[in-house]
């Protein structure tokens, strides 16, 4: 990996907090220091998976105080349980091209202009990885870590997707494009509709933070620009949200395309 994480939203960026994240950080693979476990909780289910996981892998599960888990998440539910995990390296983006390569697929990523709230990017993180993107791209500063507010709302999915951290997200995205990328943002402006062309990949999608939408210069990097038509009285949806329309709006057509071309054959 490229570099170690330096993000954060307030926490130890370590911490991997809640049952679902904990048990996916092991399942995967990434490198756990111990499993913190209060003595109150009552091991079954999610948590029984995990202390077995946590054994099979040899890693110390260490039964303590409720108390200590709760100075420990600062604020953040942890449901009764806490993995210290060694620090988790952001991937490059050539890394990432690089793997999509090697798979024979073309890219398809999102990228985030200044999403600040944890919630909202580990929101995103889940949904990306669940319609079968290769990575989400972010900004190194002014934007949301990758703390333990953020692993919780990814439910895991920290552990699946690469999180690609750039320094500058203009660069990146001119980047994208000299490796044949289309980039597309998300513009509430926009003349033509989010489902109205064909979002297919090799694709960079491009959402901008909360309130404030895309930045000048990452809109004038765009190749196209779509928007998510809002027939109601609120004039805007949670980045999310609109991430995970963008994000299944691709992965519909490009299981179109790939049923097409197998047709085809």
């Known amino acids: 990996m490229a570099g170690a994480l330096t993000l954060s939203d307030g926490g130890d960026d370590r911490l991997v907090l809640g049952r679902r994240a904990v048990l996916e ?14 003595g109150a909780s009552s091991v079954r289910g999610p948590l029984e998976e995990i202390i077995r996981e946590a054994r099979v892998r040899h890693i110390p599960v260490q039964t303590v105080d409720r108390r200590r888990l709760d100075l420990l998440a600062r604020g953040v539910r942890h449901q ?3 993995a210290i995990a060694a620090e988790q390296p952001l991937a490059s983006l ?8 090697e798979r024979g697929q073309p890219p398809f ?4 202009d200044g999403v600040e709230d944890p919630h909202n990017l580990g ?12 990575g989400v791209v972010v900004p190194r500063r002014r934007a949301a870590g990758l703390g333990p507010a953020t692993a919780r709302a990814a439910a895991g999915a920290t552990a699946h997707l690469p999180v ?35 979002l297919v990949p090799p694709i960079a999608l491009v959402v901008g933070g909360e309130g404030r939408g895309l930045h000048r210069l990452i809109r004038e990097r765009c190749d196209r620009l779509v928007r ?13 949200v609109a991430a995970g329309l963008l994000l299944y709006e691709v992965a519909r057509r490009r299981d179109a395309a790939r049923a097409r071309f197998d047709a085809s054959r």
Not at 123 to 134: D, Q, S, W
Not at 228 to 240: E, F, K, M, T
Request: charged share 20%; net charge neutral; proline share 4%.
């Open 80 to 82: 009764g349980v806490v």
């Open 94 to 101: 050539d890394e990432v091209l690089a793997r999509v390569r």
């Open 25 to 38: 950080t092991l399942r995967a693979g990434r490198p756990v220091v111990r499993v913190l476990v209060s």
């Open 228 to 240: 998510i038509p809002l027939w109601g009285r609120v004039q805007s949806l949670n980045v999310s």
């Open 164 to 198: 690609v951290g750039v320094a500058n997200l203009v660069a990146a995205l001119e980047h994208l494009k000299t490796e044949g990328v289309w980039i597309v943002g998300a513009d509430p402006g926009a003349p033509e509709l989010y489902d109205s062309g064909s």
């Open 109 to 112: 990523l999102i990228a985030l």
């Open 123 to 134: 929101a995103v993180i889940r949904t990306a990885e669940a319609a079968g993107a290769h």
